[in-house]
T-cell receptor, first 113, second 112 residues
Framework: GENVEQHPSTLSVQEGDSAVIKCTYS??????FPWYKQELGKRPQLIIDIRSNVGEKKDQRIAVTLNKTAKHFSLHITETQPEDSAVYFC????????????FGSGTKLNVKP | EAQVTQNPRYLITVTGKKLTVTCSQNMNHEYMSWYRQDPGLGLRQIYYSMNVEVTDKGDVPEGYKVSRKEKRNFPLILESPSPNQTSLYFC???????????FGPGTRLTVL
């Protein structure tokens, strides 16, 4: 099955700096890569996703890049703000053949004011 | 309001006492799933369901059962809970035009 690895496990940045979280996956059939944000005590929520036919996707301060050849994808947050502090999870699966969701182990991002 | 609900939100029980965590969604999604979340391990899928009467094992199904008799409900059953099933559990449904996965609020289970 798929194996998703996520790094780093914790990340501390100064407000206004950029943050990058990286994930690798093992199954070349995976074609959908969502990112979730989980604030303390709350449920995970989708913040951005990317499909395998696209190399990059941006949504305001958040962007995701995908390198299919190397089987890795990354979350980029620019101009970080204290409210970006949360745990971020990446995931991989085969879309349109929904079966198993494979999540990374999470990155705890701390944005210092 | 589109949502996934779970009950109970908190549960403390003892080893061996059967329990059920309910999950319901009002978005008419076909795909539903159960996850457990443990520190350092992220979210691990327990069971998922592609549609009514169709369920399959995720990565950590041992000790759990599910059923999908109707589209909106997907209960998680622990026939004989053990302390290693102490965890935070999330139900989720996936669907809609953007294939977004929506999570329930979570159920914190402690098995003594």
């Amino acid at each position: 099955g798929e194996n998703v690895e996520q790094h780093p496990s914790t990340l501390s940045v100064q407000e206004g700096d950029s943050a990058v979280i990286k994930c690798t996956y093992s199954d070349s059939a995976s074609n959908y890569f969502p990112w979730y944000k989980q604030e303390l005590g709350k449920r995970p929520q989708l913040i951005i996703d990317i499909r395998s036919n696209v190399g990059e996707k941006k949504d305001q301060r958040i962007a995701v890049t995908l390198n299919k050849t190397a089987k890795h994808f990354s979350l980029h947050i620019t101009e970080t703000q204290p409210e970006d502090s949360a745990v971020y999870f990446c995931a991989a699966l085969v879309l349109y053949n929904f079966n198993k969701f494979y999540f990374g182990s999470g990155t705890k991002l701390n944005v210092k004011p | 309001e589109a949502q996934v609900t779970q009950n109970p939100r908190y549960l403390i029980t003892v080893t061996g006492k059967k329990l059920t965590v309910t999950c319901s969604q009002n978005m008419n999604h076909e795909y539903m799933s159960w996850y457990r979340q443990d520190p350092g391990l992220g979210l691990r899928q327990i069971y998922y369901s592609m549609n009514v009467e169709v369920t399959d094992k995720g990565d950590v199904p041992e000790g759990y059962k599910v059923s999908r008799k109707e589209k909106r409900n997907f209960p998680l059953i622990l026939e004989s809970p053990s302390p290693n099933q102490t965890s935070l559990y999330f139900c989720a449904s996936l669907g809609g035009p953007y294939n977004e996965q929506f999570f329930g609020p979570g159920t914190r289970l402690t098995v003594l």
